[in-house]
């Protein structure tokens, strides 16, 4: 469970665009928004801002975050805040929230 404002930081998918002109994977040979054939990509991609797996922990319950946030899926669904930015989204004082 994300805000709106987060939900623009999430981590994509490997492989979004379809395979047709326009998309940002496909190569057009030299025009500009195509990937390049040939190219390392070792070192296009400069790891600055790699999350690291095991250092960022539930603010809540303690356990290792798969995505870069503050609170896991669960904790943040049963508490109504938000998952990346912990800001509360949902009153969940009158719902009933359990993850069973």
Request: proline share 3%; with cysteine; charged share 20%.
């Amino acid at each position: 469970m994300v805000c709106q404002k987060c939900e623009k930081k999430l981590a994509k998918i490997a492989n979004p665009d379809v395979w047709r002109e326009g998309g940002r994977n496909n190569t057009m040979n030299g025009k500009p928004g195509g990937r390049t054939i040939n190219e390392n990509m070792l070192l296009k991609h400069k790891q600055v801002n790699k999350a690291n797996p095991y250092g960022s922990k539930c603010k809540h319950c303690k356990c290792t975050l798969h995505q870069q946030g503050v609170y896991c899926a669960q904790c943040a669904y049963t508490n109504g805040f938000c998952a990346m930015c912990g800001k509360k989204i949902i009153d969940v004082s009158n719902h009933l929230m359990s993850t069973v």
